[in-house]
Protein backbone atom coordinates (compact mmCIF):
# COMPACT_ATOMS: atom_id res chain seq x y z
CA UNK A 1 0.00 0.00 0.00
CA UNK A 2 1.21 3.35 -0.74
CA UNK A 3 1.83 6.20 1.16
CA UNK A 4 1.27 8.58 -0.89
CA UNK A 5 -2.19 7.66 -0.40
CA UNK A 6 -4.18 10.28 1.99
CA UNK A 7 -6.60 7.64 2.54
CA UNK A 8 -6.78 4.10 1.23
CA UNK A 9 -9.60 1.81 2.07
CA UNK A 10 -10.03 -1.84 2.24
CA UNK A 11 -12.94 -4.15 2.05
CA UNK A 12 -13.98 -2.09 4.57
CA UNK A 13 -17.22 -2.75 5.81
CA UNK A 14 -19.63 -2.47 8.67
CA UNK A 15 -22.61 -4.55 9.74
CA UNK A 16 -24.67 -3.62 12.34
CA UNK A 17 -26.58 -6.05 14.17
CA UNK A 18 -29.99 -5.19 16.21
CA UNK A 19 -30.00 -5.50 19.67
CA UNK A 20 -32.53 -8.41 20.24
CA UNK A 21 -33.17 -10.03 17.40
CA UNK A 22 -29.29 -10.12 15.77
CA UNK A 23 -30.56 -8.78 12.33
CA UNK A 24 -28.04 -8.07 10.09
CA UNK A 25 -27.99 -4.41 8.95
CA UNK A 26 -25.09 -3.43 6.80
CA UNK A 27 -24.28 0.16 6.28
CA UNK A 28 -21.01 -0.20 4.07
CA UNK A 29 -20.07 -2.89 2.19
CA UNK A 30 -16.53 -4.30 0.79
CA UNK A 31 -15.77 -0.50 0.06
CA UNK A 32 -12.45 -0.22 -1.30
CA UNK A 33 -11.20 3.52 -2.39
CA UNK A 34 -7.87 5.29 -2.68
CA UNK A 35 -7.44 9.15 -1.77
CA UNK A 36 -4.38 10.59 -3.53
CA UNK A 37 -2.94 13.19 -1.21
CA UNK A 38 -3.42 16.64 -1.77
CA UNK A 39 -6.97 16.34 -3.61
CA UNK A 40 -10.28 17.48 -2.99
CA UNK A 41 -11.89 14.21 -2.50
CA UNK A 42 -16.00 14.49 -2.31
CA UNK A 43 -17.82 11.48 -1.27
CA UNK A 44 -21.59 11.32 -2.40
CA UNK A 45 -24.46 9.91 -1.18
CA UNK A 46 -28.13 9.44 -0.29
CA UNK A 47 -29.25 9.84 3.00
CA UNK A 48 -28.13 6.30 4.94
CA UNK A 49 -25.86 5.67 1.98
CA UNK A 50 -23.43 4.97 4.62
CA UNK A 51 -21.14 8.15 4.30
CA UNK A 52 -21.23 8.89 7.95
CA UNK A 53 -20.17 5.00 8.98
CA UNK A 54 -17.49 5.37 6.74
CA UNK A 55 -15.79 8.23 8.14
CA UNK A 56 -16.27 7.15 11.34
CA UNK A 57 -14.49 4.02 10.59
CA UNK A 58 -12.07 6.18 9.17
CA UNK A 59 -11.63 7.69 12.32
CA UNK A 60 -11.69 5.24 14.72
CA UNK A 61 -15.14 5.90 16.27
CA UNK A 62 -16.83 2.89 14.43
CA UNK A 63 -15.22 -0.44 14.49
CA UNK A 64 -14.56 -2.50 10.79
CA UNK A 65 -16.50 -5.30 10.90
CA UNK A 66 -14.45 -6.37 7.69
CA UNK A 67 -11.60 -4.77 6.01
CA UNK A 68 -8.93 -2.39 7.25
CA UNK A 69 -8.36 1.57 6.46
CA UNK A 70 -5.45 3.18 6.81
CA UNK A 71 -4.21 7.62 6.52
CA UNK A 72 -0.83 7.89 5.14
CA UNK A 73 -0.31 4.49 5.22
CA UNK A 74 -0.67 3.85 8.86
CA UNK A 75 -3.85 1.48 10.08
CA UNK A 76 -6.28 4.11 10.75
CA UNK A 77 -7.08 2.44 14.38
CA UNK A 78 -3.64 3.36 15.71
CA UNK A 79 -4.21 6.96 17.31
CA UNK A 80 -0.52 8.24 15.74
CA UNK A 81 -2.43 8.03 12.16
CA UNK A 82 -5.10 10.36 13.58
CA UNK A 83 -2.02 12.83 14.66
CA UNK A 84 -2.20 14.19 10.87
CA UNK A 85 -6.02 13.94 10.70
CA UNK A 86 -8.76 17.35 11.21
CA UNK A 87 -12.13 16.66 11.66
CA UNK A 88 -15.06 18.49 11.21
CA UNK A 89 -17.82 16.30 12.53
CA UNK A 90 -21.58 17.01 11.56
CA UNK A 91 -24.10 17.49 14.24
CA UNK A 92 -20.88 18.36 16.38
CA UNK A 93 -22.26 19.31 19.73
CA UNK A 94 -19.04 21.63 21.20
CA UNK A 95 -19.07 21.90 24.98
CA UNK A 96 -20.94 25.29 25.51
CA UNK A 97 -18.82 26.25 28.50
CA UNK A 98 -15.59 26.88 26.33
CA UNK A 99 -15.02 30.08 24.88
CA UNK A 100 -13.71 30.13 20.84
CA UNK A 101 -10.36 30.59 21.82
CA UNK A 102 -10.56 28.14 24.92
CA UNK A 103 -12.08 25.23 22.57
CA UNK A 104 -9.11 25.77 20.11
CA UNK A 105 -6.34 25.46 22.94
CA UNK A 106 -8.35 22.05 24.32
CA UNK A 107 -8.45 20.23 20.99
CA UNK A 108 -4.86 21.36 19.76
CA UNK A 109 -3.65 20.10 23.19
CA UNK A 110 -5.31 16.95 22.29
CA UNK A 111 -4.04 16.93 18.94
CA UNK A 112 -0.22 17.07 20.88
CA UNK A 113 0.62 20.19 20.36
CA UNK A 114 2.48 22.40 23.05
CA UNK A 115 1.19 25.38 24.91
CA UNK A 116 3.56 27.86 22.66
CA UNK A 117 2.29 26.22 19.99
CA UNK A 118 -1.16 26.40 20.66
CA UNK A 119 -0.72 30.28 22.00
CA UNK A 120 0.93 31.17 18.46
CA UNK A 121 -1.99 29.40 16.34
CA UNK A 122 -5.14 30.50 18.03
CA UNK A 123 -5.01 34.36 17.05
CA UNK A 124 -4.07 32.83 13.55
CA UNK A 125 -7.04 30.67 12.81
CA UNK A 126 -9.62 33.00 14.86
CA UNK A 127 -8.03 35.55 11.99
CA UNK A 128 -9.15 33.16 9.42
CA UNK A 129 -12.32 32.25 10.20
CA UNK A 130 -13.29 35.54 10.73
CA UNK A 131 -13.34 35.09 14.75
CA UNK A 132 -10.84 37.16 15.87
CA UNK A 133 -13.01 39.51 17.80
CA UNK A 134 -15.13 36.85 19.12
CA UNK A 135 -12.13 34.52 20.73
CA UNK A 136 -13.22 35.10 24.37
CA UNK A 137 -16.41 34.74 24.16
CA UNK A 138 -18.05 31.71 25.37
CA UNK A 139 -19.46 29.54 22.32
CA UNK A 140 -23.03 29.32 23.55
CA UNK A 141 -23.64 32.73 22.06
CA UNK A 142 -22.36 31.47 18.82
CA UNK A 143 -24.49 31.09 15.76
CA UNK A 144 -24.81 28.34 13.84
CA UNK A 145 -22.32 29.82 10.98
CA UNK A 146 -20.02 30.81 13.32
CA UNK A 147 -19.51 27.88 15.18
CA UNK A 148 -19.04 26.08 12.03
CA UNK A 149 -16.11 28.28 11.29
CA UNK A 150 -14.93 27.64 14.76
CA UNK A 151 -15.33 23.77 13.97
CA UNK A 152 -13.17 24.59 10.62
CA UNK A 153 -11.00 26.26 12.98
CA UNK A 154 -10.74 23.03 15.42
CA UNK A 155 -9.87 20.90 12.60
CA UNK A 156 -6.89 23.05 11.34
CA UNK A 157 -5.37 23.95 14.54
CA UNK A 158 -2.46 21.28 14.53
CA UNK A 159 -2.13 21.59 10.82
CA UNK A 160 -3.12 18.35 9.56
CA UNK A 161 -2.47 16.83 6.43
CA UNK A 162 -5.87 15.63 5.56
CA UNK A 163 -8.90 17.48 6.64
CA UNK A 164 -12.12 15.53 6.99
CA UNK A 165 -15.12 17.62 6.83
CA UNK A 166 -18.73 15.78 7.03
CA UNK A 167 -21.62 18.68 6.24
CA UNK A 168 -19.10 21.24 6.66
CA UNK A 169 -21.55 23.94 5.47
CA UNK A 170 -25.03 22.16 6.75
CA UNK A 171 -27.43 25.11 8.05
CA UNK A 172 -24.97 27.94 7.22
CA UNK A 173 -26.39 30.75 5.74
CA UNK A 174 -24.77 31.71 1.98
CA UNK A 175 -22.44 34.00 3.53
CA UNK A 176 -21.25 31.88 6.12
CA UNK A 177 -20.61 29.23 2.88
CA UNK A 178 -18.90 31.26 0.75
CA UNK A 179 -16.38 32.29 3.79
CA UNK A 180 -15.52 28.29 4.42
CA UNK A 181 -15.63 27.71 1.05
CA UNK A 182 -12.96 30.49 0.59
CA UNK A 183 -11.06 29.42 3.83
CA UNK A 184 -10.99 25.60 2.05
CA UNK A 185 -9.80 26.98 -1.20
CA UNK A 186 -7.58 28.69 0.65
CA UNK A 187 -6.09 25.18 1.19
CA UNK A 188 -5.17 25.03 -2.47
CA UNK A 189 -1.51 23.92 -3.12
CA UNK A 190 -0.52 23.79 0.68
CA UNK A 191 -0.72 19.69 0.00
CA UNK A 192 -3.78 19.79 2.70
CA UNK A 193 -6.26 16.79 1.49
CA UNK A 194 -9.65 17.90 1.88
CA UNK A 195 -12.12 14.88 2.40
CA UNK A 196 -15.37 16.49 2.00
CA UNK A 197 -18.74 14.34 2.99
CA UNK A 198 -21.66 15.96 1.94
CA UNK A 199 -25.09 15.72 0.11
CA UNK A 200 -24.88 19.42 -1.37
CA UNK A 201 -24.29 18.20 -5.11
CA UNK A 202 -23.21 21.75 -5.84
CA UNK A 203 -21.02 22.07 -3.18
CA UNK A 204 -18.89 19.25 -3.93
CA UNK A 205 -19.26 20.26 -7.45
CA UNK A 206 -17.75 23.64 -7.18
CA UNK A 207 -15.05 22.66 -4.59
CA UNK A 208 -13.60 18.88 -5.61
CA UNK A 209 -11.49 17.72 -8.10
CA UNK A 210 -12.38 14.01 -7.62
CA UNK A 211 -15.52 12.11 -6.52
CA UNK A 212 -16.83 8.61 -4.79
CA UNK A 213 -20.64 7.88 -5.04
CA UNK A 214 -21.62 5.91 -2.21
CA UNK A 215 -25.31 3.80 -2.82
CA UNK A 216 -26.94 1.54 -0.34
CA UNK A 217 -23.26 1.42 1.00
CA UNK A 218 -21.55 0.13 -1.88
CA UNK A 219 -18.82 1.89 -3.95
CA UNK A 220 -21.20 2.83 -6.98
CA UNK A 221 -18.98 5.59 -8.55
CA UNK A 222 -15.07 6.72 -8.11
CA UNK A 223 -13.07 9.35 -10.39
CA UNK A 224 -12.10 12.78 -11.00
CA UNK A 225 -14.81 15.46 -11.12
CA UNK A 226 -13.46 16.38 -14.91
CA UNK A 227 -14.32 13.15 -16.77
CA UNK A 228 -17.29 12.23 -14.94
CA UNK A 229 -18.41 15.89 -16.17
CA UNK A 230 -17.06 16.23 -19.31
CA UNK A 231 -17.87 13.56 -22.08
CA UNK A 232 -21.18 14.39 -23.21
CA UNK A 233 -20.53 16.43 -26.33
CA UNK A 234 -20.73 20.13 -27.54
CA UNK A 235 -22.68 22.68 -28.33
CA UNK A 236 -22.16 24.06 -31.55
CA UNK A 237 -23.83 27.77 -32.27
CA UNK A 238 -24.04 29.07 -36.01
CA UNK A 239 -25.87 31.59 -37.25
CA UNK A 240 -26.60 32.68 -41.43
CA UNK A 241 -27.28 28.54 -41.45
CA UNK A 242 -29.03 27.82 -44.88
CA UNK A 243 -31.02 24.30 -45.13
CA UNK A 244 -28.85 22.82 -47.46
CA UNK A 245 -25.60 23.43 -45.03
CA UNK A 246 -28.02 22.56 -42.16
CA UNK A 247 -28.71 18.92 -43.95
CA UNK A 248 -24.94 18.34 -44.23
CA UNK A 249 -23.93 19.30 -40.96
CA UNK A 250 -26.96 16.81 -39.27
CA UNK A 251 -24.72 14.15 -40.92
CA UNK A 252 -22.41 14.49 -38.21
CA UNK A 253 -24.69 16.30 -35.50
CA UNK A 254 -26.93 14.44 -32.67
CA UNK A 255 -29.50 16.94 -32.98
CA UNK A 256 -30.00 20.47 -33.86
CA UNK A 257 -32.05 23.58 -31.93
CA UNK A 258 -33.55 26.39 -34.08
CA UNK A 259 -32.66 29.52 -32.50
CA UNK A 260 -33.70 33.00 -32.92
CA UNK A 261 -30.91 34.10 -34.94
CA UNK A 262 -29.36 30.35 -35.75
CA UNK A 263 -28.94 27.05 -34.98
CA UNK A 264 -27.55 25.16 -32.04
CA UNK A 265 -25.61 21.72 -33.20
CA UNK A 266 -25.66 18.83 -30.94
CA UNK A 267 -22.47 17.16 -31.62
CA UNK A 268 -20.68 14.31 -29.84
CA UNK A 269 -17.09 14.15 -30.51
CA UNK A 270 -14.07 16.73 -31.02
CA UNK A 271 -13.51 15.44 -34.61
CA UNK A 272 -17.00 15.73 -35.57
CA UNK A 273 -17.14 19.65 -34.26
CA UNK A 274 -14.24 20.24 -36.68
CA UNK A 275 -15.84 18.40 -39.78
CA UNK A 276 -19.09 20.31 -38.83
CA UNK A 277 -16.90 23.61 -38.32
CA UNK A 278 -15.53 22.72 -41.70
CA UNK A 279 -18.94 22.58 -43.51
CA UNK A 280 -20.66 25.45 -41.84
CA UNK A 281 -17.82 27.63 -43.14
CA UNK A 282 -17.96 25.91 -46.81
CA UNK A 283 -21.88 26.59 -46.45
CA UNK A 284 -21.48 30.19 -45.90
CA UNK A 285 -22.13 30.39 -41.80
CA UNK A 286 -21.05 32.13 -38.95
CA UNK A 287 -19.15 30.20 -36.44
CA UNK A 288 -20.87 31.54 -33.33
CA UNK A 289 -19.60 28.96 -30.01
CA UNK A 290 -18.55 26.23 -29.57
CA UNK A 291 -19.36 24.85 -25.86
CA UNK A 292 -18.54 21.11 -24.32
CA UNK A 293 -21.91 20.30 -23.00
CA UNK A 294 -21.24 18.70 -19.05
CA UNK A 295 -23.93 17.13 -17.48
CA UNK A 296 -24.38 18.25 -13.93
CA UNK A 297 -23.17 16.48 -10.96
CA UNK A 298 -27.04 15.77 -9.96
CA UNK A 299 -27.26 13.87 -13.49
CA UNK A 300 -24.42 11.52 -12.36
CA UNK A 301 -25.50 11.66 -9.20
CA UNK A 302 -29.30 10.22 -9.87
CA UNK A 303 -27.95 8.08 -13.01
CA UNK A 304 -25.56 5.98 -10.52
CA UNK A 305 -27.86 5.71 -7.33
CA UNK A 306 -30.92 5.00 -9.67
CA UNK A 307 -32.55 8.02 -7.58
CA UNK A 308 -35.82 9.72 -9.15
CA UNK A 309 -35.39 12.93 -10.54
CA UNK A 310 -37.45 15.39 -8.62
CA UNK A 311 -40.39 16.48 -10.36
CA UNK A 312 -40.53 20.24 -11.10
CA UNK A 313 -43.09 21.03 -8.67
CA UNK A 314 -40.91 19.53 -5.95
CA UNK A 315 -37.56 21.35 -7.07
CA UNK A 316 -39.40 24.70 -6.80
CA UNK A 317 -40.44 23.80 -3.22
CA UNK A 318 -37.11 23.04 -2.21
CA UNK B 1 25.04 25.61 23.28
CA UNK B 2 24.88 27.43 20.14
CA UNK B 3 23.07 26.81 17.59
CA UNK B 4 26.68 25.50 15.67
CA UNK B 5 27.05 22.92 18.98
CA UNK B 6 23.14 22.10 18.41
CA UNK B 7 23.71 21.30 14.84
CA UNK B 8 27.08 19.45 15.50
CA UNK B 9 25.11 17.60 18.36
CA UNK B 10 22.13 16.67 16.39
CA UNK B 11 24.43 15.54 13.48
CA UNK B 12 26.41 13.53 15.82
CA UNK B 13 23.58 11.60 17.40
CA UNK B 14 22.77 8.35 16.29
CA UNK B 15 19.66 6.27 15.33
CA UNK B 16 19.07 5.38 19.06
CA UNK B 17 19.38 8.79 20.64
CA UNK B 18 16.48 9.95 18.10
CA UNK B 19 14.70 7.09 18.82
CA UNK B 20 14.64 8.40 22.32
CA UNK B 21 14.15 11.62 21.45
CA UNK B 22 10.94 10.58 19.92
CA UNK B 23 9.83 8.41 22.47
CA UNK B 24 10.62 11.27 24.83
CA UNK B 25 8.23 13.35 22.67
CA UNK B 26 5.34 11.15 22.65
CA UNK B 27 5.42 10.38 26.28
CA UNK B 28 5.45 14.63 26.36
CA UNK B 29 2.32 14.29 24.39
CA UNK B 30 0.56 11.74 26.55
CA UNK B 31 0.91 13.81 29.66
CA UNK B 32 -0.46 16.78 27.96
CA UNK B 33 -3.56 14.89 26.49
CA UNK B 34 -4.00 13.45 30.03
CA UNK B 35 -3.62 16.91 31.55
CA UNK B 36 -5.99 18.02 28.90
CA UNK B 37 -8.40 15.64 29.52
CA UNK B 38 -8.32 16.54 33.23
CA UNK B 39 -8.68 20.27 33.09
CA UNK B 40 -11.75 20.12 30.53
CA UNK B 41 -13.09 17.57 33.44
CA UNK B 42 -12.73 20.07 36.21
CA UNK B 43 -13.59 22.69 33.63
CA UNK B 44 -17.34 21.18 32.74
CA UNK B 45 -17.93 20.57 36.52
CA UNK B 46 -17.41 23.99 37.57
CA UNK B 47 -19.22 24.92 34.33
CA UNK B 48 -22.37 22.81 35.45
CA UNK B 49 -21.99 24.56 38.81
CA UNK B 50 -21.43 20.85 40.04
CA UNK B 51 -17.93 22.25 41.66
CA UNK B 52 -19.32 25.13 42.73
CA UNK B 53 -22.20 23.79 44.41
CA UNK B 54 -20.04 21.04 46.13
CA UNK B 55 -18.00 23.58 47.70
CA UNK B 56 -21.27 26.16 48.32
CA UNK B 57 -22.68 22.54 50.47
CA UNK B 58 -19.29 21.68 51.96
CA UNK B 59 -19.68 25.99 52.92
CA UNK B 60 -22.81 25.30 54.54
CA UNK B 61 -21.96 22.80 56.31
CA UNK B 62 -18.67 24.45 57.85
CA UNK B 63 -20.80 27.30 58.62
CA UNK B 64 -23.17 25.30 60.41
CA UNK B 65 -20.28 23.57 62.91
CA UNK B 66 -19.47 26.77 63.42
CA UNK B 67 -22.99 27.97 64.40
CA UNK B 68 -23.41 25.18 66.70
CA UNK B 69 -20.03 25.59 68.50
CA UNK B 70 -20.97 28.72 68.90
CA UNK B 71 -23.85 28.67 70.85
CA UNK B 72 -21.83 26.11 72.97
CA UNK B 73 -23.75 23.28 72.91
CA UNK B 74 -20.01 21.16 73.02
CA UNK B 75 -19.12 22.85 75.55
CA UNK B 76 -22.24 21.60 77.79
CA UNK B 77 -22.33 18.58 76.84
CA UNK B 78 -18.33 18.55 77.63
CA UNK B 79 -19.21 19.44 80.67
CA UNK B 80 -21.77 17.36 81.35
CA UNK B 81 -19.10 14.07 80.21
CA UNK B 82 -16.64 15.50 82.90
CA UNK B 83 -19.15 15.72 85.43
CA UNK B 84 -19.66 12.48 87.21
CA UNK B 85 -15.93 11.62 87.42
CA UNK B 86 -13.16 12.85 89.69
CA UNK B 87 -11.20 15.96 88.53
CA UNK B 88 -7.98 14.37 87.70
CA UNK B 89 -9.54 11.81 85.11
CA UNK B 90 -11.73 15.21 83.97
CA UNK B 91 -9.55 16.10 81.55
CA UNK B 92 -8.70 12.13 79.81
CA UNK B 93 -13.01 12.04 79.98
CA UNK B 94 -12.87 15.27 77.75
CA UNK B 95 -9.96 13.98 75.62
CA UNK B 96 -12.42 10.53 75.22
CA UNK B 97 -15.45 12.48 74.31
CA UNK B 98 -13.67 14.85 71.89
CA UNK B 99 -11.58 12.01 70.06
CA UNK B 100 -15.75 10.17 69.96
CA UNK B 101 -16.96 13.40 68.78
CA UNK B 102 -14.08 13.37 66.41
CA UNK B 103 -15.14 10.22 64.90
CA UNK B 104 -18.56 10.75 65.07
CA UNK B 105 -17.99 13.69 62.72
CA UNK B 106 -15.95 11.73 60.43
CA UNK B 107 -18.55 9.16 59.86
CA UNK B 108 -20.78 11.76 59.02
CA UNK B 109 -18.64 13.89 56.47
CA UNK B 110 -18.07 10.47 55.55
CA UNK B 111 -21.46 9.38 54.67
CA UNK B 112 -22.11 13.36 53.73
CA UNK B 113 -19.03 13.34 51.22
CA UNK B 114 -19.59 10.16 49.59
CA UNK B 115 -22.98 10.56 48.41
CA UNK B 116 -22.48 14.65 47.74
CA UNK B 117 -19.63 13.29 45.46
CA UNK B 118 -21.84 10.16 43.70
CA UNK B 119 -24.52 13.15 42.96
CA UNK B 120 -22.44 15.65 41.42
CA UNK B 121 -20.67 13.17 39.21
CA UNK B 122 -22.90 10.59 37.66
CA UNK B 123 -23.47 12.84 34.64
CA UNK B 124 -19.91 13.92 33.81
CA UNK B 125 -19.83 10.22 32.03
CA UNK B 126 -22.58 10.29 30.03
CA UNK B 127 -22.21 13.86 28.79
CA UNK B 128 -18.64 13.34 27.14
CA UNK B 129 -20.23 10.29 25.29
CA UNK B 130 -23.11 12.27 23.88
CA UNK B 131 -23.03 11.84 19.83
CA UNK B 132 -20.86 15.10 18.24
CA UNK B 133 -18.79 15.21 21.01
CA UNK B 134 -17.25 11.68 21.88
CA UNK B 135 -17.05 11.00 18.18
CA UNK B 136 -14.70 14.60 17.96
CA UNK B 137 -12.67 13.37 21.18
CA UNK B 138 -12.16 10.39 19.36
CA UNK B 139 -11.06 11.36 16.20
CA UNK B 140 -7.94 12.92 18.02
CA UNK B 141 -4.37 10.77 18.43
CA UNK B 142 -6.00 10.18 22.28
CA UNK B 143 -6.43 6.26 22.80
CA UNK B 144 -9.92 5.06 24.30
CA UNK B 145 -8.56 4.27 27.97
CA UNK B 146 -6.87 7.60 27.73
CA UNK B 147 -10.15 9.18 27.60
CA UNK B 148 -11.36 7.55 30.62
CA UNK B 149 -8.41 7.83 32.31
CA UNK B 150 -9.03 11.66 32.14
CA UNK B 151 -12.70 12.16 33.14
CA UNK B 152 -12.20 9.36 36.20
CA UNK B 153 -9.10 11.29 37.16
CA UNK B 154 -10.76 15.26 36.91
CA UNK B 155 -13.57 14.04 38.81
CA UNK B 156 -11.63 12.35 41.44
CA UNK B 157 -9.65 15.52 41.58
CA UNK B 158 -12.49 17.73 42.20
CA UNK B 159 -14.17 15.77 45.02
CA UNK B 160 -10.66 15.55 46.52
CA UNK B 161 -10.16 19.23 46.90
CA UNK B 162 -13.53 19.77 47.78
CA UNK B 163 -13.58 16.79 50.90
CA UNK B 164 -9.45 18.36 51.69
CA UNK B 165 -11.52 21.70 52.27
CA UNK B 166 -14.43 20.20 54.32
CA UNK B 167 -12.50 18.20 56.58
CA UNK B 168 -9.56 20.17 57.18
CA UNK B 169 -12.27 23.46 57.68
CA UNK B 170 -14.48 21.03 60.36
CA UNK B 171 -11.11 20.21 62.06
CA UNK B 172 -9.61 23.38 62.34
CA UNK B 173 -13.26 24.58 63.68
CA UNK B 174 -13.34 21.30 66.79
CA UNK B 175 -9.40 21.72 67.42
CA UNK B 176 -9.71 25.42 67.94
CA UNK B 177 -13.47 25.37 69.51
CA UNK B 178 -11.84 22.51 72.33
CA UNK B 179 -8.15 22.96 71.93
CA UNK B 180 -7.56 19.16 71.20
CA UNK B 181 -5.98 18.27 68.91
CA UNK B 182 -6.47 15.28 66.76
CA UNK B 183 -4.62 14.69 63.61
CA UNK B 184 -6.02 11.22 63.35
CA UNK B 185 -9.40 13.05 62.35
CA UNK B 186 -7.83 13.70 59.00
CA UNK B 187 -8.27 9.71 58.09
CA UNK B 188 -11.62 10.96 56.98
CA UNK B 189 -9.79 12.68 53.63
CA UNK B 190 -8.44 9.57 51.98
CA UNK B 191 -10.78 7.10 52.86
CA UNK B 192 -13.61 9.02 51.36
CA UNK B 193 -11.86 9.87 48.50
CA UNK B 194 -10.58 5.64 48.35
CA UNK B 195 -14.74 5.00 48.93
CA UNK B 196 -15.36 7.55 46.28
CA UNK B 197 -12.67 6.35 44.03
CA UNK B 198 -14.33 2.59 44.19
CA UNK B 199 -18.03 4.00 43.70
CA UNK B 200 -16.40 6.12 40.60
CA UNK B 201 -15.67 3.26 38.84
CA UNK B 202 -19.09 2.52 39.14
CA UNK B 203 -20.17 5.47 37.81
CA UNK B 204 -18.32 5.53 34.99
CA UNK B 205 -19.40 1.98 34.05
CA UNK B 206 -23.06 1.97 34.29
CA UNK B 207 -22.05 5.84 32.39
CA UNK B 208 -20.30 4.19 29.37
CA UNK B 209 -22.71 1.27 29.45
CA UNK B 210 -25.96 3.29 29.05
CA UNK B 211 -25.08 6.44 28.71
CA UNK B 212 -27.63 7.25 31.46
CA UNK B 213 -26.96 9.85 34.36
CA UNK B 214 -29.91 8.58 36.65
CA UNK B 215 -28.75 5.19 35.99
CA UNK B 216 -25.24 5.75 37.18
CA UNK B 217 -26.49 7.70 40.23
CA UNK B 218 -28.88 4.55 41.48
CA UNK B 219 -26.23 2.26 40.61
CA UNK B 220 -24.00 3.55 42.59
CA UNK B 221 -26.47 4.76 45.71
CA UNK B 222 -27.72 1.62 45.63
CA UNK B 223 -24.49 -0.27 46.40
CA UNK B 224 -23.96 1.43 49.48
CA UNK B 225 -26.73 0.85 50.54
CA UNK B 226 -26.33 -2.70 49.74
CA UNK B 227 -22.88 -2.75 51.16
CA UNK B 228 -23.95 -1.50 54.68
CA UNK B 229 -26.82 -4.83 54.53
CA UNK B 230 -24.41 -7.12 53.58
CA UNK B 231 -22.14 -5.53 55.97
CA UNK B 232 -24.32 -7.54 58.94
CA UNK B 233 -23.27 -10.78 58.02
CA UNK B 234 -22.84 -12.31 60.85
CA UNK B 235 -26.29 -11.60 61.70
CA UNK B 236 -27.59 -12.87 59.03
CA UNK B 237 -25.71 -15.78 57.90
CA UNK B 238 -26.92 -16.77 61.35
CA UNK B 239 -30.60 -16.69 60.05
CA UNK B 240 -30.90 -17.94 56.88
CA UNK B 241 -31.87 -21.23 56.53
CA UNK B 242 -29.60 -22.87 53.11
CA UNK B 243 -26.18 -23.22 52.73
CA UNK B 244 -26.25 -21.50 49.23
CA UNK B 245 -27.92 -18.65 50.56
CA UNK B 246 -25.11 -17.95 53.18
CA UNK B 247 -22.54 -18.53 50.42
CA UNK B 248 -24.07 -16.08 48.14
CA UNK B 249 -24.24 -13.81 50.73
CA UNK B 250 -20.76 -14.00 51.96
CA UNK B 251 -19.65 -14.15 48.12
CA UNK B 252 -21.49 -10.58 47.59
CA UNK B 253 -20.08 -9.54 50.56
CA UNK B 254 -16.59 -10.22 49.72
CA UNK B 255 -16.73 -9.41 45.58
CA UNK B 256 -18.70 -5.44 46.37
CA UNK B 257 -17.25 -2.97 48.35
CA UNK B 258 -17.57 -2.35 51.52
CA UNK B 259 -18.75 1.67 52.77
CA UNK B 260 -20.09 0.51 55.72
CA UNK B 261 -16.48 -1.31 57.06
CA UNK B 262 -14.39 1.43 56.06
CA UNK B 263 -16.80 3.91 57.27
CA UNK B 264 -16.60 1.36 60.98
CA UNK B 265 -12.50 0.90 60.45
CA UNK B 266 -12.02 4.43 59.59
CA UNK B 267 -14.29 5.97 62.99
CA UNK B 268 -12.32 3.08 65.12
CA UNK B 269 -9.24 4.36 64.39
CA UNK B 270 -9.79 7.68 64.57
CA UNK B 271 -10.97 6.61 68.26
CA UNK B 272 -7.97 5.17 68.32
CA UNK B 273 -9.33 2.04 68.57
CA UNK B 274 -7.85 -1.19 66.98
CA UNK B 275 -9.04 -1.12 63.21
CA UNK B 276 -8.60 -3.73 60.23
CA UNK B 277 -7.62 -1.77 57.24
CA UNK B 278 -6.36 -4.38 55.14
CA UNK B 279 -9.24 -6.32 53.99
CA UNK B 280 -12.00 -3.68 53.56
CA UNK B 281 -9.32 -1.30 51.55
CA UNK B 282 -7.85 -4.48 49.32
CA UNK B 283 -11.35 -5.83 48.75
CA UNK B 284 -13.11 -2.79 47.74
CA UNK B 285 -9.73 -1.55 45.79
CA UNK B 286 -10.03 -5.01 43.49
CA UNK B 287 -13.73 -4.71 43.13
CA UNK B 288 -12.76 -0.44 41.63
CA UNK B 289 -10.01 -1.96 39.19
CA UNK B 290 -12.02 -4.67 37.85
CA UNK B 291 -15.18 -2.67 37.34
CA UNK B 292 -12.66 0.22 35.76
CA UNK B 293 -11.06 -2.20 33.59
CA UNK B 294 -14.46 -3.61 32.18
CA UNK B 295 -15.46 -0.01 31.56
CA UNK B 296 -12.12 0.56 29.62
CA UNK B 297 -13.25 -3.21 28.03
CA UNK B 298 -16.75 -2.03 27.21
CA UNK B 299 -15.80 1.73 25.93
CA UNK B 300 -12.96 0.00 23.27
CA UNK B 301 -16.10 -2.39 21.82
CA UNK B 302 -18.30 0.65 21.38
CA UNK B 303 -19.52 2.58 17.93
CA UNK B 304 -19.87 5.62 18.21
Known amino acids: MSTTLAIETEGLGKTYRTRWGGKEITAVAGLSLQVPAATKYGLLGANGAGK???????????????????????????????REVGYLPENHRFPTYFTGAGMLDFYGALSGMSGGDRRQRIPELLTLVGLESWGEVRIKKYSKGMLQRLGLAQALMHRPRLLVLDEPTDGVDPAGRRHIRDVLNGLTGTGVTVFLNS??????????????ILSKGKLALEGKMRSLLAGRGYLLTARQVSEATKREVMGVASGARPLDDGVEFQIGSPEDVNGAIDKLRAG??????????????EDVFLATTGLPRPAPAAEAKT | MSAEAKTVAGAVAGPGSVAASAGAQLNSARWRVLLALILDTIQEARARWLFWGLFGLSTLLILFFLFVLKIDLV????????????????????????????GF???????????????????????VLEPGRIGLLLSKPVTRPMLIAGRYLGNLLVVALNHVYLVTSIYLIIGWKSEIWHPRFLYAIPVT?????????VVVFIGVLSESAALSLMVAAALVFISLVLAQREIVVKLLSSDWSRQLWEGLYWALPKAWDLGKVMRAAIQGEPANWFEPVWTSAVFGVFVLSASIYLFRRKDY
Open chain 2, 193 to 201: VFLFAVLLT
Open chain 1, 52 to 82: TTFVKMLLAAVRPSAGRALLFGKDADRPESR
Open chain 1, 284 to 297: GAMIHSVIPTMSSL
Open chain 2, 105 to 127: VALFLFTWGTFLAIFASAGLMPA
Open chain 2, 75 to 102: QGAVAIAGLPVRASRQVSNMEKFVRAAY
Open chain 1, 199 to 212: HLLSEVELFCDHVA
